[in-house]
């Protein structure tokens, strides 16, 4: 009986507690693991709307320096591409954020090859005549922003904006999952939307949309001394 018990001792773990202990490791490593990727999601998020507030000082840095706002990078090489940018009011343009020409850092937190997406109204880039305290966008030219349910109704957050700079962040919802705001930041038209994180089923999102208002530039261009 002695040498029995000794055997039974020695004999290691079954099939079936092996399968739970590894089943409680992997409960307890994903119960880990998933906080630390939220933790590293928002420190990506933070670091991009810092990247953006930078980015929209230097557009106006650029406006005080030049009398215009750039015009988007279309060959991603960071630099303002003037053929084909269309210069009316009417008319927005749109590509990547030109970010050696504003002269700060080039990419987003989720690709160093991916820009912020860069929109601007027409009037605000004329090379020929420098925008004024009376330069606003028209008809299709006019950059909105929306808080969520498409580009109609109340949820209006801001109108008639020189700029607005976006980023898909680390999914793209609107292509994997249909959600109807991110499918609205992916259209390339005048619309945009700005709305609270979600993986709620139907109502993704976790683009990141800023914008520069008029006031804020005209208030700078006044004080600076370059407008009126």
Known sequence: MRSLARNRSWRGFTLVEMAVVMLIISLLLGGLLLPLS???EQERRGVAQAAMEEALEALVGYALSTGRLPCPDTNNDGLED????QQVGSAFNAGA???ATLNIQGGDPWGQNRSFGYAV???FVSTATPFSLSTQGTGA???????GGGCAGAGQVAVNVPVVLYSNA???FGATAGSADERENADNDNCF???GYSTAAGREFDDLVSWLSP???FNRMVAAGRLP
């Open 141 to 147: 030219g006019i950059l909105r922003v929306y808080d």
């Open 215 to 217: 006031n804020i530039l």
């Open 38 to 40: 939220n933790r590293v």
């Open 170 to 172: 680390q999914n793209d």
């Open 97 to 99: 954020l030109p970010w």
């Open 193 to 195: 939307i700005s709305r």
């Open 121 to 123: 109204n027409g009037a």
């Open 82 to 85: 003037l053929a084909g940018c």
